[in-house]
């Protein structure tokens, strides 16, 4: 399996990983992110999540498990040759990140969780009526409105809708809490207070030890990623660690 990726900037290294169906361009390029950390002296490396963008291609659901998720961003340390980096995973890449931090915690610097708040531990992630959206012959098929949402979204990043249902049919995993409760690395848990997605960031910062909320005001799953509300917040989190 390839891992497509981007490394820009030089600094200390952010590695951001994206959520399910967008790719590294549409999640972290196009917002701005990648300017925005490297500006502020940061390095930033972002992939494709294995099934997306210009990643391999998989379609069995067994081998989207959120473990293997979460080891594929440890891979990638491995091969840049880096012993630990910042974090930043939104929606199912918060999953990831999250994960990566419960099972190589000595590798996370820091963990930030954009579009992620309590349904990383209650509920397993995106529910599974969106792979059937995605395996439907047309969008004019679809009538839930969640998966009528993504399917739009599948069909605007021209993504392999076959690898992204099994995607989601393999990723739903969750945390306990006394698993997030484990994680050492600083946090910071972003979401906008109009998603219906991620759920409560504060009831998951409750539950993590120095972990700390903060509110995307007036933005949903889709919109918050490239707010300036929360690309303030994540470069001000950053700094705080020499």
Not at 12 to 26: D, I, M, Q, T
Not at 99 to 119: Q, T, W
Request: charged share 25%; glycine share 10%; aromatic share 6%.
């Amino acid at each position: 399996m390839e891992l497509a990726y981007i490394d820009e900037g030089d600094g200390e290294p952010v590695v951001l990983v994206h959520g399910f169906a967008s790719n590294k361009e549409v999640n972290w390029v196009y917002p701005g992110w990648v300017t925005t950390l490297t500006r502020a002296g940061r390095r930033a490396i972002a992939f494709d999540n294995r099934g997306h963008g210009a990643s391999t291609k998989l379609y069995d659901p067994a081998l989207y498990h959120s473990d293997l998720m979460a080891d594929d961003i440890r891979a990638l340390l491995d091969h840049l040759g880096l012993a630990r980096a910042d974090v930043m995973g939104y929606s199912m890449g918060a999953r990831n990140a999250a994960f990566l931090a419960r099972a190589h915690g000595d590798r996370v610097r820091s963990a930030i969780l954009g579009g992620l708040g309590i349904h990383l531990v209650e509920g397993g992630g995106l529910p599974g009526s969106i792979a059937v959206a995605l395996e439907a012959p047309s969008i004019e098929e679809v009538t839930d409105p969640q998966g009528r949402i993504f399917r739009a979204f599948a069909d605007q990043t021209n993504s392999d809708r076959l690898a992204l249902a099994a995607c989601i049919r393999g990723s739903r995993q969750s945390l306990s809490p006394s698993e997030v409760a484990r994680i050492k690395a600083p946090m910071l848990i972003a979401v906008g207070t109009e998603d219906k997605v991620a759920g409560s960031p504060h009831e998951l910062a409750a539950l993590v030890p120095g972990a700390r909320a903060l509110d995307i005001p007036n933005r949903d799953h889709m919109l918050s990623v490239g707010d300036r509300v929360f690309k303030e917040a994540v470069l001000a989190f950053l700094a705080e660690r020499p």
